[in-house]
């Protein structure tokens, strides 16, 4: 080997963040310690989705998935003795992106940070929020405005700073390929740069900066080249767009810039240890190819589909980077593909079907209008279903899921309960008593913040203008103002938005001939039916809290729906009053609840409760989500009727399972069909 520089590593981080803002500082310091050299932060769905720890909905949530910064003095607290002007920060945050990142930019020149010299990333991509994450607050159009606002205030302000990372990782999850993947995520970043252009905020001359700062944040699934061959695609998609769409000449510009997360919803629960050799080969997705390379890489841990992981489990998968970053010859080699003609040709087939993909959105009108019509959320429900199915039939193999299940005990979670971290159910109590105290004595000394009135009228008269939103949320973050009251002021200006679930449009994606399990259960269905006197059973599918992970309910509500039963889906957000009158009012013959942010402790008793003081005590409850065993446990005794983890991989399986459980309340005999 000619002997070269070898290259810099990537940027490498640990998505992080819980409980509260003091304990979350605790954790960043001690990973910078380690050899981080970035910061990604973690919000709790509170934040994310714009409210404050003490609304209805943030029951149970506050804490949980992230750190809740309810306000300005959240922010200080989280970055304390954090140099901000020295650090790279990426803030996953969508639809309440501009005022996080205003509360950072307060801190930072509260720290006499000269904000030119900020670095980092907000997430603020809205639409995979609506297809696939589910924390939207406001419609398509008031959403594009913010993140149009975002854009040309720090293209102009915080010229180091990404103000959008397009986001098709949570797509992959949603079950998107490789080609919906890219054609989605490039429909929304030319649906975002018309946007800005479109604003004329922004100077024609110095639209190449706009196009320089978009970033792209990507899964990359356990498929290694497939995914490898994907980031070349994009690579060259984007390449492409910007040249001939809009003009740009400068090729360091147009350079493809991304992120990567490697698949979590892809870790299994069933044999966890198998996550760690699935993580190494998807970080090698996007590092093994030069011209393809991630900029910055973080690495979910092992464990993550049992619970919250440990700072020791974090650790663990920084090491994997560091080792492949400083003990392996990776970084001295120019691209090992160039020349293959097995990845040219899959790269030119990837590239050709997605192009075809985005001319079939830009013909409906573009991204936004593909949301709003449902085209985009009902083909990811489909081609999410059919990958369930190809799993269920053993087509697709998981190694300690469906095939090779045969186990010794496992050593790292012999202790169950103590392989994953757990947060102090005692935290939110604690946040909702900080954030009063805020409320009481933001007006007095030491914080002296003028009355937060004024910067709320004043953005509410914005909103209803034309003008840019930053520095009136800016004024707000200045004013002592709380996440919940700043988007609370532009929901009413803006309103609130329910995206569609795609639910109803998904095709049948598990043949029912004669003798499958499908047909089966769904005669075990009809029977049913006809024993209680009823047309079809009801099923009522509902997500109380926050948690907008909504792939797995909508799994479920399609196979019940195949499976003959009636099925009333509303979609994410819901509290379990309202699921309770839903399920009342719709007379259902069970409940299903599915929860992936651990708020389950909390909200699944409730539903219970409530119905059994509504006298239902023939509706039985099922719980779904990543729900550890002791948690398990207590909800059973509780009297939920049955509990399913991500190791219930058998959807059709489950569905007769909920089938047993509704003749059991109904004290029918058991029907002796196998399911």
Not at 45 to 71: C, F, K, N
Not at 294 to 305: D, I, K, M, S, T
Not at 404 to 429: F, G, K, Q
Not at 473 to 479: M, N, V, W
Request: hydrophobic share 40%; net charge negative.
């Amino acid at each position: 080997m000619t002997e070269r520089q070898k290259d810099r590593p990537w940027l490498m981080r640990t998505y992080a963040g819980h409980s509260t803002a003091e304990a979350s500082n605790e954790l960043y310091r001690r990973n910078l310690a380690k050899g981080q050299t970035g910061l990604s932060v973690a919000f709790d769905l509170p934040t994310q989705t714009g409210y404050d720890p003490d609304h209805i909905l943030a029951r149970g949530e506050v804490g949980r998935v992230g750190v809740p910064v309810s306000h300005l003095g959240d922010m200080r607290r989280l970055f304390q003795d954090i140099p901000l002007e020295q650090m790279n920060t990426s803030m996953t945050i969508n639809a309440t992106a501009m005022w996080l990142l205003a509360l950072y930019q307060v801190v930072a020149e509260e720290q006499g940070a000269d904000i030119t010299k900020l670095q980092g990333t907000t997430q603020n991509d809205i639409v995979k929020e609506y297809l696939s994450r589910g924390t939207h607050v406001f419609p398509p159009v008031p959403s594009l405005r913010l993140t149009t606002d975002m854009i040309t205030y720090t293209v102009a302000h915080i010229p180091k700073w990404n103000p959008i990372n397009i986001c098709s990782y949570h797509l992959q999850e949603a079950g998107a390929t490789p080609v919906q993947e890219i054609a989605y995520a490039m429909s929304t970043a030319i649906a975002v740069l018309d946007a800005v252009r479109d604003s004329g905020q922004v100077p024609e001359e110095k639209f190449g900066d706009v196009v320089a700062r978009i970033s792209f944040f990507v899964n990359a699934g356990v498929r290694f080249i497939e995914e490898m061959c994907k980031m070349r695609a994009f690579g060259r998609i984007w390449d492409q767009v910007t040249r001939e769409r809009y003009g740009i000449e400068d090729p360091k510009q147009r350079r493809f810039r991304y992120g990567v997360q490697v698949n979590s919803l892809g870790l299994t629960e069933a044999q966890p240890e198998n996550n760690v050799q699935r993580i190494v080969l998807e970080m090698l997705a996007v590092t093994l190819s030069k011209d393809a390379r991630a900029r910055a890489v973080q690495l979910p841990a092992w464990n993550e589909a049992l619970g919250l992981p440990r700072p020791w489990d974090q650790q663990w998968s920084l090491r994997i980077q560091q080792v492949l970053a400083h003990e392996s010859d990776l970084l001295e080699y120019e691209d090992i593909f160039d020349g293959s003609h097995v990845i040219e040709a899959k790269v030119a087939s990837l590239v050709e079907e997605s192009l075809a993909e985005m001319d079939r959105i830009e013909q409906m009108g573009g991204a936004m209008a593909a949301v709003e019509s449902g085209y985009l959320k009902s083909q990811l429900v489909s081609s999410h279903a059919e990958r369930r199915a190809r799993i269920e039939s053993g087509e697709e193999k998981i190694v300690g899921v469906n095939s090779y299940e045969s186990t010794e005990p496992n050593p790292l979670t012999a202790d169950l309960d103590a392989a994953i971290m757990t947060v102090d159910p005692a935290v939110e109590a604690r946040v909702v008593n900080a954030l009063k105290d805020w409320r009481d004595n933001r007006y007095q000394p030491p914080f002296n913040h003028p009355r937060p009135c004024k910067a709320l009228e004043r953005l509410k008269e914005v909103a209803a203008g034309t003008g840019n939103l930053m520095e009136a949320t800016l004024e707000c973050a200045r004013a002592g103002v709380t996440t919940g009251e700043w988007a609370g002021a532009l929901r009413e200006v803006f309103g609130e938005y329910r995206a569609p679930t795609g639910v109803s449009s998904a095709p049948v994606a598990v043949t029912a001939e004669e003798g499958t399990p499908l047909a089966l259960v769904r005669d075990k269905v009809a029977k049913t039916a006809t024993d209680l006197g009823t047309g079809k059973l009801r099923f009522l599918v509902g997500k109380p809290g926050l948690d907008g992970h909504s792939n797995g309910a909508e799994q479920i509500a399609v196979r019940a729906r195949d499976a003959g039963f009636e099925v009333v889906y509303q979609g994410i957000r819901l509290t379990p009053e309202q699921i309770v009158d839903a399920a009342l009012a719709e007379d259902v013959h069970a409940v299903g609840l599915s929860i992936l942010s651990g708020s389950h402790t909390e909200l699944v008793p409730d539903v219970l409760v409530r119905l059994r003081e509504a006298g239902a005590h023939d509706i039985p409850v099922i719980a779904g989500g990543i729900i550890p065993n002791s948690d398990a446990e207590d909800l059973l005794a509780a009297g939920v009727a049955a509990v399913f983890t991500p190791k219930d991989f058998g959807i059709t399986e489950i569905i007769g399972r909920i089938v047993d459980e509704i003749r059991k309340a109904n004290k029918l005999d058991p029907l002796e069909v196998p399911a």
